[in-house]
Nanobody, 120 residues
Framework: QVQLVESGGGLVQAGGSLRLSCDASRSMLSINTMGWYRQAPGKGREFVADFSSGGQTNYEDSVKGRFTISRDNAKNTVYLQMGTLKPEDTAVYYC??????????????WGQGTQVTVSS
């Protein structure tokens, strides 16, 4: 089991910045992948950024160069630094963790989400 708690969302003007945090209830060294997804009103949940199992970072094209994912293993926390925010970044942002089970299957865990609203 992994509990994920996001924080750091809020209202910001276009061009501004926010940093999201995701606190995991267990060591991230035991988690295969950790990252962020978002869901805008009326749309499906989409990938934003993550750390893959090899430790490399991956980003959705529209956030490359503006968002940075980072981690603090000692705190079991993943961050998403968001800069040059645009109104189209408005969404509920969800933290995601993928755990590889002993039988080779994967289990997804999600946080409760944090709202990010970018005003124009």
């Amino acid at each position: 089991q992994v509990q994920l708690v996001e924080s750091g969302g809020g209202l910001v003007q276009a061009g501004g910045s926010l940093r999201l945090s995701c606190d995991a209830s267990r060591s991230m060294l035991s988690i295969n992948t950790m990252g962020w997804y978002r869901q805008a009103p009326g749309k499906g949940r989409e990938f934003v950024a993550d750390f893959s199992s090899g430790g490399q970072t991956n980003y959705e094209d529209s956030v490359k160069g503006r968002f940075t994912i980072s981690r603090d293993n000692a705190k079991n926390t993943v961050y998403l630094q968001m800069g040059t925010l645009k109104p189209e970044d408005t969404a509920v942002y969800y933290c995601n963790a993928v755990v590889l089970l002993w039988d080779g299957t994967k289990r997804n865990y999600w946080g409760q989400g944090t709202q990010v609203t970018v005003s124009s």
